[in-house]
C-alpha cells in the first residue's frame, strides 16, 4: 500500500514514498532550483545509494514528471496507479481548512483563495497539486495543512486586538503554522510519558530554519507562535519573529526603504542572519566558540525568546509534562536547549548536561533526574505524519458514502 507525500516549494518538489504497511520509506528525494537554468535531481532508494543528477525541470509540471521517472527507473514505483494516495504538504488552510481533505475541484479553488494569506507558499502548493492530478488521475489526492494542528486555538489566542471587522473581513488572525511537526512531536511524547495524547499538556518548539512554540493542552493546540504568517514569535535563521509593528512604519517614513524593502528586511535578512551575517546554527555556534561577539550575540537572543515563551504557555497551560525540543536545530544544538531552559528551574525545568550534550539521533529525555518537566528531543518527521493523515482521510472517505472518491476534478 503505496503513499507518496509531496512537498512543492517554488523552487523544489521534495518527495518521500512510503509502503504503509510496515511504515517503510521507499524512497526520498528532491527536485531543486526548478525554474533555473540547470536543476537537481537528489534520489535515495531504500538500502541504496544516493543519486544525484543534473534535469532540465523549468516548471512544475516538468519537475514532478522527473519523480515519477526515477521513482519508475529505479522500481520503487511502476505506475503512478500503483499509489494508494498521493499526500500533498499545504502550507495555509485558513479557516476553511481544519483537516486534512480530499482534493476535489472546489477544494483545490478554495487552497489558491488563500494565496493571499500564503503568497510565497500556497501558489507553489497548488502547482504541485495541478501536475500530480494531471500525473495519477485515479489515485485520491489529500491535502494536509500546517495550519490545521491549530484550528483549536480558543478566540482570545487567535484574534488580535484590531479593529474586529478586520478579522471579519479580511481573515486577519492566527493561524500559526508547523502544524504537522508538533502534532507529530506530541503524539511522540504522549508515548514517551505512558500517557494518551488526551491526558497530556505540552509545550512544542519546532527550532529549524523557521521556528515556532506551541502550547498543547490535553493533546490540542491553544496558543501557538506564529500568527497571520509565519513571520511572528520566536528568532528565526532570517526572520525577525516578534517586534513592535511600528518598527515597519518607521523604517517605510524614514525614506531609507520603500515597502517592499521592509518586508523583504523583516523575512530574510532579519533573526539571526541580520544579527551575526549568518543563519545557520553550526556555523554561529563555531564563530561564537571562536569568539565572535555578535555570533554569541545572536544565539542569545534566539534562546532568551525561546524561554520567554516556555515561561508564557507555563502560564497558559498551568501544569507542563514534558517540553518538546525538535527541527535541525532543536534536535542537533545542546548549547540551544541548554540557553533557552538555563534558570527555569523555579519551573520545574532542570537539563541534565550530559544527557543534553550526548549525541543521538533517537527520541529521548535530556531533563535531570527529578525534575518535575520532562525534556524530550524528538527527530520530527512530517512526511510520515503526512502519510499517515492522508490514509486516515481517504479511509473516512471510503466510509463515507457521500464523499466523491472519485475526483470531480
Ligand atoms: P527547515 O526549517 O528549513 O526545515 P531544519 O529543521 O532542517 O530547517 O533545520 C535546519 C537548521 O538546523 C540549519 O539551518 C542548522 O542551523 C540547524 N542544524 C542542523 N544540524 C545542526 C547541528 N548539528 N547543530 C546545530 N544546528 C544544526
Known amino acids: 500500500m503505496k503513499v507518496l507525500v509531496l512537498n ?10 512510503f509502503d504503509m504497511r510496515g511504515d517503510l520509506t521507499l524512497a526520498r528525494g528532491a ?24 534535469v532540465a525541470a523549468p516548471d512544475h509540471r516538468a ?6 521517472d526515477v521513482l519508475g527507473e529505479t522500481g520503487a514505483l511502476r505506475n503512478p496507479d500503483e499509489l494508494h494516495a498521493v499526500g500533498h504538504r499545504v502550507v495555509h488552510g485558513g479557516e476553511r481548512f481544519c483537516a486534512p481533505v480530499l482534493i476535489t475541484r472546489s477544494v483545490l479553488e478554495g487552497i489558491e483563495a488563500l494565496q493571499p494569506l500564503a503568497p510565497l507558499h500556497n501558489p507553489a502548493n497548488c502547482a504541485g497539486i495541478e501536475v500530480a492530478l494531471e500525473l495519477a488521475p485515479q489515485v485520491p489526492q489529500v491535502a494536509v495543512f500546517d495550519t490545521a494542528f491549530h484550528r483549536t486555538l480558543p478566540r482570545h489566542a487567535y484574534l488580535y486586538a484590531l479593529p474586529y471587522r ?12 508547523h502544524g504537522t511537526s508538533h502534532a507529530y512531536v506530541a503524539g511522540e511524547a504522549a508515548r514517551l510519558l505512558g500517557r494518551e495524547l488526551d491526558q497530556v499538556n505540552l509545550i512544542t518548539l519546532h ?6 512554540a506551541t502550547a498543547v493542552r490535553a493533546g490540542r493546540s491553544v496558543d501557538t507562535s506564529m500568527g497571520l504568517t509565519p513571520l511572528e514569535g520566536l528568532v528565526m535563521g532570517t526572520r525577525c519573529g516578534d517586534i513592535d509593528p511600528a518598527v515597519a512604519f518607521y523604517l517605510a517614513r524614514s525614506g531609507e526603504m520603500e515597502y517592499w524593502d521592509v518586508e523583504r528586511t523583516l523575512l530574510v535578512e532579519s533573526g539571526l542572519k541580520g544579527i551575526c551575517g549568518a543563519n545557520d546554527v553550526r556555523e554561529i555556534q563555531r564563530r561564537a566558540e571562536n569568539g565572535q561577539d555578535r555570533a554569541a550575540l545572536a544565539l542569545d537572543m534566539a534562546c532568551y525568546r525561546i524561554k520567554k515563551y516556555i515561561g508564557a504557555y507555563t502560564a497558559v497551560l498551568g501544569r507542563v509534562d514534558a517540553v518538546v525540543f525538535t527541527g535541525g536545530v532543536g534536535e542537533n544544538s545542546a548549547a540551544v536547549r541548554a540557553g533557552s531552559c538555563a534558570g527555569l528551574e523555579g519551573l520545574g525545568i532542570s537539563l541534565d548536561p550530559e544527557q543534553n550534550a550526548a549525541h543521538s539521533t533517537r527520541a529521548r529525555d535530556v531533563a535531570a533526574a527529578g525534575a518535575a518537566v520532562r525534556l524530550f ?33
Not at 166 to 177: I, Q
Open 166 to 177: 478586520l478579522y471579519e473581513d479580511l481573515g486577519v488572525r492566527r493561524y500559526g503554522f
Open 377 to 409: 528531543v524528538i527527530p520530527t518527521d512530517e512526511e510520515k505524519e503526512i502519510a499517515h493523515q492522508t490514509m486516515a482521510c481517504v479511509a473516512a472517505a471510503d466510509r463515507d458514502s457521500s464523499s466523491p472518491h472519485s475526483l470531480d476534478i
Open 8 to 17: 512543492t516549494g517554488s523552487s523544489s518538489a521534495k518527495y518521500r514514498l
Open 31 to 54: 527536485v531543486e532550483r526548478i525554474g533555473e537554468s540547470e536543476s537537481r535531481l537528489v534520489h535515495q532508494a531504500r538500502g541504496g545509494d544516493s543519486v544525484v543528477r543534473a
Open 63 to 68: 519537475a514532478l514528471a522527473k519523480i515519477v
Open 207 to 212: 527550532l529549524g530554519n523557521g521556528a515556532s
